[in-house]
């Protein structure tokens, strides 16, 4: 069925099916089950909060692609895929919480059934388990496994024109979110207040793109708190003389372009106000340096240059981003580290975040950029990347 | 350290440790890797956006857990665990992208370090990859595993006197969100805009109660939505004559009570009423037998009864509750099947949710309940389950 909610035309799965099978037959793979739920979107439709539960997609070389999840699930799998009802294929719902019995042994039945030979699995993807394999394994002897983690993932880093224009919403809605958060954020405001603004508009959206949920809630470390921990917020007020680093994502129909900016509640000290130039620098260094053809590593050491901390920013200056599904904002198969090899092509998109240490508390900038044709990245949204003050 | 953050105080945690060892040595293990994001926080208190990445927590017999995770992460961790600073340790950033090494040989050379024989891992949980196995199984051909999926999940299922306290702050949360969604949905509102506000009061909390982010966002399937596919929301409006099903847990530390109502925008037709008076008996009908020492399959079989639509309600009547995080808003290590043979005891939490198919469209009404030391359970919160009418 062609579903009405379908975000693209059939060309544009017809070009990402044909791009998947090559990557598939250089890998010498006759079929590949893909279960990250971001990978299986872009491949298949498929748009679901069911990603808790083992289900995937099989693509294969000579047939349409294979929709294969819990029984109760096959209904919202025929409102979301392209392809015809006949490849949606559901297992019984006794198995998902079956002891003796395991829904993998019904997938490995169908792969069977298909007569596979080499069978690519993304191994380290978080949603196909150590258990999965191992039945994999014990029921089909006479298949070849091989990891596929990250194949359709690098598939998926340059984007289309309408995934660029679904970024682009994504990056209003960004935009619209820090300007909110830096005009409601106050001393003695809890934290999880100033979230819930940002919450309903993230949701809320702007014009016709409507809000979904990003794939990570927004982050917000102040004073001293562990930036780089990943901490989410409490209820604790906003301090005065401090500052916060906020972090969030818009999105829409599951693209991201993600922004943080930091907010100062009082004044800006002296040291501060020179990380504020060093970021600065950092990301129009990066940005300029970030031209399709040049080498990832490379544009890490632009970012890197003005920082003066080395060359690696603690874990890098960012990934690619794009379509994604909680807990996973941003794919790694390319980071922007000082050793990656990889080079960048035109409408590659990225989140870059340069960071710095002042005096035990994390300062950092971050933008939403896309790879142009020619010259410089382009940055997606408009919100200055200066320090904010209140 | 003892962190500010610890939700709970160390005789808390050391009565979780002491549940869990006895559990291992039953199993025969002298260690377990936990790599389940709530069983992680249920025995270390460690609460932080990083379980996109390899980490988890290594409990022994005879010494402090071990927090293991991303360098990067270890100050995150050390904010918010109960062990001593020297029980947190982290593996190198460049691990984390690399394509030659494997985070888990780090944990493997500490595995063995420790010198364990006997090491179960929860096999069948999102966040131990099949990758990760193989990487145990090559690095330490001596050491004996064990598959231990949902072991500290069975220790969590009954609650504490501070974590039922949790849970009602949590219950509060969903009454406040309830209450303002049966305010605001109106006929011709986008759907976005009405989460947008279910956000908001969801975030801004109930008096001491702020909002924690819940581990599932709100469904609001309506007219003949796939209401069991389990579809997010769009941008398109509430329609008149039509009825939402509305899901959602308000999130107090990480604990939930979710609830779920269905709101009418208009008139309910008299199929529907008697729909509605089939699943109020069947919420008192099961209420009222889920007593402690009752058998799940009772309870289950007691809950279905006055559907009339056979003993499994689709994929059963719920799951166990508590802390969660995204995806996993139910644990389904004890669910409310009819062919469940484990025994309700005191102070188990479940979300219990009949469902009925009427012309082709689903409602349902969830309450989070309780298993009280004598007689029916105790529904959390006190929103009516009645159909609201706009």
């Given at each position: 069925m062609t579903s009405e909610r379908l975000p693209f035309d059939q060309a544009e799965y017809d070009r990402r099916l044909l791009m998947t099978r090559m990557a598939m037959a250089l890998a010498g793979l006759d079929a590949l089950f893909v279960s990250d739920p971001a990978n299986m979107q872009w491949l298949t439709g498929y748009d679901a909060w069911?990603?808790?539960?083992?289900q995937g997609a099989i693509i294969l070389q000579d047939a349409d692609p294979i929709w294969w999840g819990r029984q109760q699930d096959t209904q919202g799998a025929m409102h979301t895929v392209w392809m015809p009802e006949g490849c949606v294929i559901g297992y019984e719902?006794?198995?998902?919480?079956?002891m003796e019995r395991h829904p993998i042994e019904d997938l490995a039945r169908h792969i069977s059934g298909l007569g596979v030979q080499n069978l690519g699995i993304e191994m380290d993807s978080q949603h196909f388990s150590a258990k999965g394999f191992s039945v994999l394994l014990q029921v089909l002897p006479d298949v070849g496994f091989a990891d596929a983690t990250g194949m359709v993932n690098l598939q998926r880093a340059i984007k289309s024109a309408p995934e660029i224009a679904f970024m682009r919403k994504a990056a209003a809605i960004s935009d619209s979110v820090m300007q909110g958060v830096m005009k409601y954020?106050?001393?003695?405001?809890?934290k999880n207040q100033l979230v819930a603004l940002a919450y309903r508009d993230a949701m809320q959206g702007v014009d016709d793109a409507w809000g979904d949920y990003p794939a990570m809630p927004p982050m917000l470390p102040s004073g001293s708190d562990p930036a780089a921990g990943l901490l989410t917020w409490s209820g604790s007020p906003l301090v005065a003389g401090e500052d916060m680093t906020f972090s969030f994502s818009g999105c829409y129909r599951r693209y991201h372009a993600p922004l943080c900016r930091t907010i100062f509640l009082g004044e800006v000290s002296d040291e501060k106000r020179r990380a504020e130039a060093a970021l600065i620098e950092s990301l129009d260094a990066g940005i300029a340096a970030a031209t399709a053809g040049s080498k990832v590593g490379d544009v890490a050491k632009a970012f890197a240059g003005p920082l003066g901390h080395g060359d690696d920013n603690g874990n890098g200056f960012g990934g690619l981003i794009g379509i994604a599904y909680p807990?996973?904002?941003?794919?790694?198969?390319?980071?922007?580290?000082?050793d990656s090899e990889a080079v960048l092509e035109p409408n590659m998109t990225f989140h870059v975040c340069p960071t710095l240490s002042v005096s035990g508390a994390s300062v950092g900038i971050g933008q939403s950029i896309r790879i142009s044709e020619d010259g410089a990245a382009e940055v997606f949204g408009g919100v200055s990347p200066k320090f904010a003050t209140k």
């Open positions: 069911t990603f808790n539960h083992h719902s006794d198995l998902v919480s079956s954020a106050d001393v003695g405001m809890a807990p996973n904002m941003e794919d790694d198969v390319i980071s922007l580290n000082a």
